[in-house]
T-cell receptor
Framework: DVKVTQSSRYLVKRTGEKVFLECVQDMDHENMFWYRQDPGLGLRLIYFSYDVKMKEKGDIPEGYSVSREKKERFSLILESASTNQTSMYLC????????????FGQGTRLTVV | GENVEQHPSTLSVQEGDSAVIKCTYSDSASNYFPWYKQELGKRPQLIIDIRSNVGEKKDQRIAVTLNKTAKHFSLHITETQPEDSAVYFCAADSGGGADGLTFGKGTHLIIQP
C-alpha cells in the first residue's frame, strides 16, 4: 500500500514566520508534487519535482519554495508566511510513467495568523 | 497550459438516482483523465481514469466517457448511495505524468436520503 505522509495535520503560524511542510513517500516514486486546496478553487499545483534536487514551478509558486534532498522527501517552504497562505496543502507522488495515479497525503491545514 | 472546467460545483440527488459531473479541457495534447473522490476530512483518492484511446470505461456503478473531439469527459454514478457523498475532482494530464495533473474546481455531490 502506497503511503504518502505529511508531517503535520494542523499547523498555526504567525505572519512573517518561515514555515516548513514535510512530505515523505515510501514507494520509491520519482515524481512528487505540492498542491494547495481552497474552496471553490480546487487543487492548484505549487511546485513539483521529478528527481532528487530537481524542482519545477507549478501554477502558483509565488511565496513558496521547495527542497528535495532525498528521493522520498519533498519539503514545501513558506519563506515569510502571510495570511493569504492559509489553506489546505496536499502532497502527492507518482511514478514517472505516463498516465499513472497520483497518491496523496492526508493534507496539512495551515492557518497563518 | 492546460485549463480544466468542471460543472456543476454542487449536485444534490436522491438516493438511488444517477449523478453526472462534466469537465472540459483545453489542451488537445492531454491524454489521461482521472477522477478523484475526496470524502470529508480525507485525502483525494483515484476512483476511475480513462486514457485518450478509449471512449468509455466502466467500473461497477461508476463510468467515465471521453469525447476527444469536443474535449470533454464526464463521470456517471448510477444507483447513488449515501457513501457516494463527497467532493469529486476531474483532472487532465498533458505532461506525460511528470508535470502534475491540472484539476477542475471540484463538485460537491450530496446524496439525499
Amino acid at each position: 500500500d502506497v503511503k504518502v505522509t505529511q508531517s503535520s495535520r494542523y499547523l498555526v503560524k504567525r505572519t512573517g514566520e518561515k514555515v516548513f511542510l514535510e512530505c515523505v513517500q515510501d514507494m520509491d516514486h520519482e515524481n512528487m508534487f505540492w498542491y494547495r486546496q481552497d474552496p471553490g478553487l480546487g487543487l492548484r499545483l505549487i511546485y513539483f519535482s521529478y528527481d532528487v534536487k530537481m524542482k519545477e514551478k507549478g501554477d502558483i509558486p509565488e511565496g513558496y519554495s521547495v527542497s528535495r534532498e532525498k528521493k522520498e522527501r519533498f519539503s514545501l517552504i513558506l519563506e515569510s508566511a502571510s495570511t493569504n497562505q492559509t489553506s489546505m496543502y496536499l502532497c502527492a507522488s507518482s511514478t514517472p510513467q505516463e498516465n499513472t495515479e497520483a497518491f496523496f497525503g492526508q493534507g496539512t491545514r495551515l492557518t497563518v495568523v | 497550459g492546460e485549463n480544466v472546467e468542471q460543472h456543476p460545483s454542487t449536485l444534490s440527488v436522491q438516493e438511488g438516482d444517477s449523478a453526472v459531473i462534466k469537465c472540459t479541457y483545453s489542451d488537445s495534447a492531454s491524454n489521461y483523465f482521472p477522477w478523484y473522490k475526496q470524502e470529508l476530512g480525507k485525502r483525494p483518492q483515484l476512483i476511475i481514469d480513462i486514457r485518450s484511446n478509449v471512449g468509455e470505461k466502466k467500473d461497477q456503478r461508476i463510468a467515465v466517457t471521453l469525447n476527444k473531439t469536443a474535449k470533454h469527459f464526464s463521470l456517471h454514478i448510477t444507483e447513488t448511495q449515501p457513501e457516494d457523498s463527497a467532493v469529486y475532482f476531474c483532472a487532465a494530464d498533458s505532461g506525460g505524468g511528470a508535470d502534475g495533473l491540472t484539476f477542475g474546481k471540484g463538485t460537491h455531490l450530496i446524496i439525499q436520503p
